[in-house]
């Protein structure tokens, strides 16, 4: 256990289905991520939100949706997704955006869509 | 365009020494991660490298060389629970991190 927790570990999701991915840190950390990582590719950093303030969009698709409610809690609202959406999604945090020490990534939640 | 490259796969024996390089070209740079991940686990933190030269934390060693844009893990006594993924990462100028795929690395008895 890193202290960042996704939940679910998996999900399988048809293209028309509605779901949400919730990550959740009690380090105190001020910066929270996500990230997709598929197999054989470097992370993709999707959204970047720091004091529960959006920072970073890297031209995500609008059927990815960010939550940002607290600076504990994290949501990925996922809609009308794509096969090729299909991935390990990773949530990360640092106590600042330019931590030395790195960031604490979630173990992640492997989404299949079907 | 930046790029980070890293092999896709190494394999090395039980106890023994394995090297994993990684080269980058990033707009500027602000320090080199190394992280480790387990199949179906969270990436963790191994070493953050800002000046050239060798850091060692246990079995585990990272050196970079920021003028050739070189960095290497090295990992020694190699144990099978060193089977995993090593990422290689990079702060650019704009304090982006970018990041490598991943090399995994399969450890024989």
């Known amino acids: 256990e890193t202290g960042v927790t996704q939940t679910p570990r998996h999900l399988v999701m048809g293209m028309t289905n509605k779901k949400s991915l919730k990550c959740e840190q009690h380090l105190g950390h001020n910066a929270m991520y996500w990230y997709k990582q598929s197999a054989k590719k470097p992370l993709e950093l999707m959204f970047v939100y720091n004091f529960k303030e959006q920072t970073e969009n890297n031209s995500v698709p609008s059927r990815f949706s960010p939550e940002c409610p607290n600076s504990s809690h994290l949501f990925l609202h996922l809609h009308t997704l794509q096969p090729e959406d299909s991935a390990l999604y990773l949530c990360a945090s640092s106590q600042d955006r330019e931590p030395s020490y790195g960031y604490t990534f979630g173990s992640g939640t492997r989404l299949t869509v079907v | 365009g930046q790029n980070i490259d890293q092999p896709t796969e190494m394999t090395a024996t039980e106890g023994a020494i394995v090297q994993i390089n990684c080269t980058y070209q990033?707009?500027?740079?602000?320090?080199l991660f190394w992280y480790q991940q387990h199949a179906g686990e969270a990436p963790t933190f191994l070493s953050y490298n800002v000046l050239d030269g060798l850091e060692e934390k246990g079995r585990f060693s990272s050196f970079l060389s920021r003028s050739k844009g070189y960095s290497y893990l090295l990992l020694k006594e190699l144990q099978m629970k060193d089977s995993a993924s090593y990422l290689c990462a990079v702060w650019d100028s704009n304090y982006q991190l970018i990041w490598g795929a991943g090399t995994k690395l399969i450890i024989k008895p």
């Open positions: 990033t707009s500027g740079f602000n320090g």
